[in-house]
Structure formats: structure tokens, C-alpha cells
Nanobody, 124 residues
Framework: QVQLVESGGGLVQAGGSLRLSCAAS????????MGWFRQAPGKEREFVAA????????IYADSVKGRFTISRDNAKNTVDLQMNSLKPEDTAVYYC?????????????????WGQGTQATVSS
């Protein structure tokens, strides 16, 4: 059974940092791009960041560029999202996802596997 399990969410003040982690089990995603999405209450799920299969190429949503960093460790089958300079508008449930191919995408439909999500709350 394929599973993606996120961890690292929590409550932090504006300007603070959180590091989210996603651990994959059931199969290896070494050849798949990985992504992070988020969904705030009353809003649609939106793209946050993605990384290609090797970790050599990354893309970010404009809203998080310069503040968030995505990384992966293929030996450990994990992908992380370092979130710095957090703002209240970053409050959301964050989801890890594994793509259907090695190339990254901003589109949710390009991802075949999803985690259950982890809550990140930023207070003002």
C-alpha cells in the first residue's frame, strides 16, 4: 500500500518558521516529481512548490517564492518543505503529493498519490 505521510505542522507566530516533512512508503518515488499543495478554509487547493525527480529543478508559487524551499532525499524517500518568514495567509492544510512522471507540475491532476495533510497555522 502506497502512503505519503506528512509531519511538522503546527502553530507559529508571523515571521516564524516551520519545516514540513513527507515520508513515502509502499514504493519508491525516486523517479517521480514531488510537490506540496495547500488548502485554506473556504478556498480551493493551490500549488505551493514542486521538485523534479533528481532534486535539480524546483518551482514555486509566486506567493511563497523566496520564503519556502523544497528539497528531497531519494535515499530516504522523503521530501521536505522549509517555510520561513511565515505570514497569516500561509495558514492552511499542507499536502504532499507524488507525480505521475519525473517532471514537476503546478497542476494537481498531474499527481497520483496524496498524503492526508498537516495543519500549519500562523498567528498574527
Amino acid at each position: 500500500q502506497v502512503q505519503l505521510v506528512e509531519s511538522g505542522g503546527g502553530l507559529v507566530q508571523a515571521g516564524g518558521s516551520l519545516r514540513l516533512s513527507c515520508a513515502a512508503s509502499g514504493r519508491t518515488f525516486t523517479n517521480a516529481a514531488m510537490g506540496w499543495f495547500r488548502q485554506a478554509p473556504g478556498k480551493e487547493r493551490e500549488f505551493v512548490a514542486a521538485i523534479n525527480w533528481s532534486g535539480g529543478s524546483k518551482i514555486y508559487a509566486d506567493s511563497v517564492k523566496g520564503r519556502f524551499t523544497i528539497s528531497r532525499d531519494n535515499a530516504k524517500n522523503t521530501v521536505d518543505l522549509q517555510m520561513n518568514s511565515l505570514k497569516p495567509e500561509d495558514t492552511a492544510v499542507y499536502y504532499c503529493a507524488a507525480a505521475r512522471s519525473s517532471g514537476y507540475s503546478r497542476t494537481a491532476s498531474a499527481y497520483a498519490y496524496w498524503g492526508q495533510g498537516t495543519q500549519a497555522t500562523v498567528s498574527s
